[in-house]
């Protein structure tokens, strides 16, 4: 540690006196993963994002093939007790249920009977479909967008964009700055996905085309503004989950990735593509919620040695190989939400 | 056309001189797009590009927004007697139908039966997905390259990759040194379309995602070396035709266009996604096949009234305004296709 420090200095004292510009980018001491303890994964991912930056280096990888893969749920914001998709679907169940009209009919029935649990476990193919089949997706656009910013999470009490995870959008921006091209692959309704991240200015500079999720089916009618799109009762193939994620990386991006970030047993298939890189050197990596004070601690019971299960990341070493590096919310984050507000 | 001639020489004559850096670019004599002729389209494209590219101008579109759809066959590659998708799913069907186990069973019987074109027309859910079903990606793009490199086409006897319409390809060379983000949105199967583009060397700084193409179902199995795709009987909706491409525009890019270009009443849609801009300079474009010497001219009957019927535009311009600028092949364009080799 003590060696580190003066390290840094040095570093620091040579930038000061303007020596050797853009040498101190590759130095884990700059303050890139500031809110990154200075452990293991900290160190892998920097040394992975020099070699593959480096033209000299054979581990080179040009930065049009510079693809990192992200789960959004888990990984860049809380999806606890519910992710935000959820807890919007359900938002708009509830709605329809007041209609004496749906008495009877799935799901508007269950969201009535709290129910909505097993509807989504067992039906997840049209939970989103359901839910807002009718609406325009402007207004389902204004009323995620309410969500985000008036809702409060049930424990934190706080607006869910609030609830994105700090350092890993500072390693977001990191990758960026590194000329990594970008991609959130979430389970959830894309146009929630892509509605709720455009709330962070760290994730402003991606084009929607980045943000891949579930579609829900739509029509178009066309009026004198241009299309109008109305939400269908159903979503389309592949639910983006588990093989969805490795069949959309090659239906929406068409390149293998050589990072890819998640946080359960759902983002084995999206981990394993990476073994489809042509390139050498690439790097996977599982959020581990383990920090029950500051978010989450998952519980890993028996029953979650099934792949699919959150938090267990087990059957997706076996599938992918051992070499998967484990991220600790609980020691390798320094801060986790955004600060609250002076 | 002397007015111009000396306009053209006496702004050369500037530029030779070496007076007014960049001020070159904006005039239409410049050679950015030379194999077309000097006609009424090509001012209308040069003044469109010109007024969104600047930041002084109030039709001004910063590069993230510049975003264009443009149409594959017949429009930027020739699709008579069969767009190359097709020609492609039929030699897959024929070399099944030579299978005595596959008698009987359809399409493999119609391929057998030279019914293939009624099968398409009556199963375009299901064409390219029978045709490639058990197939794995990888030998996809193989037999596709192999197709576009030594299959010959009927009329014109050359490989299918020398039929791209050489003054379109300047037109999106143009666009990219722009900053356009161009996306290319085709009926055709997306592993087709990206294999056949891949073989330009003008398309080649567009990566894979920008390539959107009907999508066959795939199911996904793991190796030692990463994932491996294999191809399922049918496709996956939405088909990327009519308001598939307007739904797509919204799935893929998520950002409407602020120029689009097709040929046939199949990209009514995708033109009309462009009034859904929030720019207020838009442009719409539709090459009309009317030159039977060089490529082919489409016959326009009464049949052809019908919105989806090749080379009308009729009710498309209905749809979307009369607001949509013909190209003529005959007259705007001065070469179609590659040179023949020397």
Same mark, same amino acid.
């Given at each position: 540690?003590?060696?580190?420090?003066?390290?840094?200095?040095?570093?620091?004292?040579?930038?000061?006196?303007?020596?050797?510009?853009?040498? %101190?980018?590759?130095?884990?001491?700059?303050?890139?993963?500031?809110?990154?303890?200075?452990?293991?994964?900290?160190?892998?991912?920097?040394?992975?994002?020099?070699?593959?930056?480096?033209?000299?280096?054979?581990?080179?990888?040009?930065?049009?093939?510079?693809?990192?893969?992200?789960?959004?749920?888990?990984?860049?914001?809380?999806?606890?007790?519910?992710?935000?998709?959820?807890?919007?679907?359900?938002?708009?169940?509830?709605?329809?249920?007041?209609?004496?009209?749906?008495?009877?009919?799935?799901?508007?029935?269950?969201?009535?009977?709290?129910?909505?649990?097993?509807?989504?476990?067992?039906?997840?193919?049209?939970?989103?479909?359901?839910?807002?089949? %009718?609406?325009?997706?402007?207004?389902?656009?204004?009323?995620?967008?309410?969500?985000?910013?008036?809702?409060?999470?049930?424990?934190?009490?706080?607006?869910?964009?609030?609830?994105?995870?700090?350092?890993?959008?500072?390693?977001?921006?990191?990758?960026?700055?590194?000329?990594?091209?970008?991609?959130?692959?979430?389970?959830?309704?894309?146009?929630?996905?892509?509605?709720?991240?455009?709330?962070?200015?760290?994730?402003?500079?991606?084009?929607?085309?980045?943000?891949?999720?579930?579609?829900?089916?739509?029509?178009?009618?066309?009026?004198?503004?241009?299309?109008?799109?109305?939400?269908?009762?159903?979503?389309?193939?592949?639910?983006?989950?588990?093989?969805?994620?490795?069949?959309?990386?090659?239906?929406?991006?068409?390149?293998?990735?050589?990072?890819?970030? %998640?946080?359960?047993?759902?983002?084995?298939?999206?981990?394993?593509?990476?073994? %489809?890189?042509?390139?050498?050197?690439?790097?996977?990596?599982?959020?581990?919620?383990?920090?029950?004070?500051?978010?989450?601690?998952?519980?890993?019971?028996?029953?979650?040695?099934?792949?699919?299960?959150?938090?267990?990341?087990?059957?997706?070493?076996?599938?992918?190989?051992?070499?998967?590096?484990?991220?600790?919310?609980?020691?390798?984050?320094?801060?986790?939400?955004?600060?609250?507000?002076?």
């Amino acid at each position: 540690m003590t060696g580190n420090f003066w390290r840094c200095v040095w570093v620091l004292g040579l930038l000061f006196l303007q020596v050797g510009t853009g040498y %101190g980018r590759q130095i884990p001491c700059d303050d890139s993963l500031s809110l990154w303890q200075n452990r293991s994964v900290k160190t892998a991912i920097v040394a992975f994002v020099q070699h593959v930056s480096d033209p000299d280096d054979a581990a080179y990888v040009p930065p049009e093939d510079r693809i990192v893969t992200i789960d959004m749920d888990g990984t860049l914001v809380c999806e606890r007790p519910s992710p935000v998709a959820m807890v919007f679907a359900e938002s708009l169940l509830k709605e329809l249920a007041e209609a004496p009209q749906l008495q009877g009919r799935l799901p508007y029935d269950a969201a009535r009977q709290d129910r909505l649990k097993s509807l989504r476990k067992n039906h997840f193919e049209l939970f989103f479909g359901m839910s807002g089949a %009718g609406l325009e997706e402007d207004a389902v656009r204004q009323k995620v967008r309410a969500l985000a910013r008036q809702g409060r999470h049930p424990r934190f009490e706080r607006p869910y964009r609030e609830l994105f995870y700090r350092p890993m959008l500072q390693l977001i921006t990191y990758l960026m700055q590194n000329d990594f091209i970008v991609y959130v692959l979430s389970g959830s309704d894309q146009t929630v996905v892509r509605t709720l991240c455009a709330e962070r200015p760290e994730l402003a500079g991606l084009p929607p085309a980045r943000f891949i999720g579930t579609l829900v089916a739509l029509d178009v009618d066309y009026g004198t503004q241009g299309p109008v799109f109305y939400r269908l009762a159903r979503e389309l193939e592949p639910v983006n989950l588990r093989k969805g994620k490795a069949l959309n990386i090659l239906y929406r991006i068409g390149q293998q990735p050589i990072l890819a970030i %998640g946080n359960s047993g759902g983002d084995c298939d999206m981990l394993a593509a990476t073994l %489809g890189s042509r390139y050498p050197s690439t790097l996977r990596l599982l959020l581990r919620h383990d920090d029950d004070a500051r978010e989450y601690a998952y519980p890993t019971t028996k029953k979650s040695s099934s792949p699919d299960r959150k938090g267990d990341t087990g059957l997706c070493r076996t599938r992918v190989g051992s070499d998967i590096l484990s991220i600790s919310m609980k020691d390798d984050f320094r801060q986790i939400f955004d600060l609250p507000a002076q």
